[in-house]
């Protein structure tokens, strides 16, 4: 798991075979082949991936236990491989199967995210405003909240609705610890008052973003706007 969470992913896989061979308790062989699976998707390693999730599964329906992380792995799996109506029938899975998951408010923005995808923009949105009214940063994690509103400014402008979208990029702007989210953000809300004729607020916007991050990667796409 240190490896993991450190990103050396080679080196976790290794140790989560070990667990593996070294175990007979169905519950530790089970949440091992998960982490495989979670450590081979993020290595793009799709078919290997969804393997151990598959051989999760199997595990966990015989021994009874649950399937929350395994559903969203798969959910993920299948959103990275653009097969949505897969990754959206998984997420339902796990909302409607495990309402008091630890796992729920991620199926949600994974729901989100492929209702976006589907140009489902207002039911994308609706499931937005759901982690957002649901899901408080006291009890999770703030980028949780981030990537609500983030998704949501993309759905409002698909809408319509900039003025809208502008005040949910805001609350990441103002507000997130992540330079590159906050970087970004700013150049959301820079184009949106753009693309409205707000232009005095779009030049103000995009002065800061070259003053406060003169060597960003989009310090080009700035000046051009």
Known sequence: EANYYLDDLN????????????TQ???IKSLAKISCGWALLKLNKYDESLKNFEEAQVLSKENGLDLDDILLGKGNL???LDQLDKALGFYDELIISYPYSLRLPDAYLGKANVLYRLSKYQESADTFNLILKRFSEDNFPSDLMEK???GLGWVNLKLGRPLEAIENFKNIANSSQDKM???????QIADAY????VFPEALAIYDRILKDFPDSVYSDYVQYQ
Not at 181 to 187: D, E, I, K, Q, T
Not at 194 to 197: E, H
């Open 11 to 22: 080196a976790a896989l290794e140790n989560y075979a070990k667990a593996i061979s070294l």
């Open 25 to 27: 308790d169905a519950k």
């Open 78 to 80: 299948f959103l990275e």
């Open 148 to 150: 609500a509103y983030f």
């Open 181 to 187: 989210m906050r970087l970004s953000a700013l150049c």
């Open 194 to 197: 753009q693309d409205t004729g």
